[in-house]
């Protein structure tokens, strides 16, 4: 069974930078690629980014691109976001997930951590 651990979040200002950090456990963690959600109040969650294990795969979101990067330690089954030039839009609850495709190819979360709050003030 995966566990999932977040840390890293906190409130900076407009044009700062934060480093989330989820930490994974479980065997059978190499089944799955890793994701960043976030919430906003009163939105929809939506995707971040994904990074495989090996790192080679990495995916973003157009909101966030040339922002956040996606990286992934295998030595210590540790996945990490760091956020850049942070916007006020940025604030949000943000989540670490297991990601799988379904058979039609769609991403599917199993498995979340229990978040982390980041607030960007303008």
């Known amino acids: 069974q995966v566990q999932l651990v977040e840390s890293g ?3 900076v200002q407009a044009g700062g930078s934060l480093r989330l950090s989820c930490a994974a456990s479980g065997s059978t963690l190499s089944r799955y690629r890793m994701a960043w959600l ?5 939105k ?3 995707h ?3 990074v495989s294990w090996s790192g080679f795969t990495r995916h973003y979101a157009d909101s966030v691109k ?3 990067t996606i ?9 990490h976001l760091q956020m850049n030039s942070l ?3 940025d604030t949000a609850v943000y989540y670490c997930a297991t990601e799988s495709l379904s058979v039609s190819g769609k991403p599917e979360y199993t498995t979340w951590g229990q ?4 607030t960007v003030s303008s």
């Not at 990286?71 to 996945?79: E, G, L, V, W």
């Not at 978040?115 to 980041?118: A, C, H, I, P, S």
């Open 9 to 11: 979040g906190g409130l």
């Open 66 to 68: 040339g922002r956040f």
């Open 71 to 79: 990286s992934s330690d295998n030595a210590k089954n540790t996945i």
């Open 87 to 89: 916007k006020p839009e």
């Open 48 to 50: 971040v980014a994904t």
């Open 44 to 46: 929809e969650r939506e």
């Open 38 to 42: 976030r919430q906003a109040p009163g």
């Open 115 to 118: 978040g982390t709050l980041v």
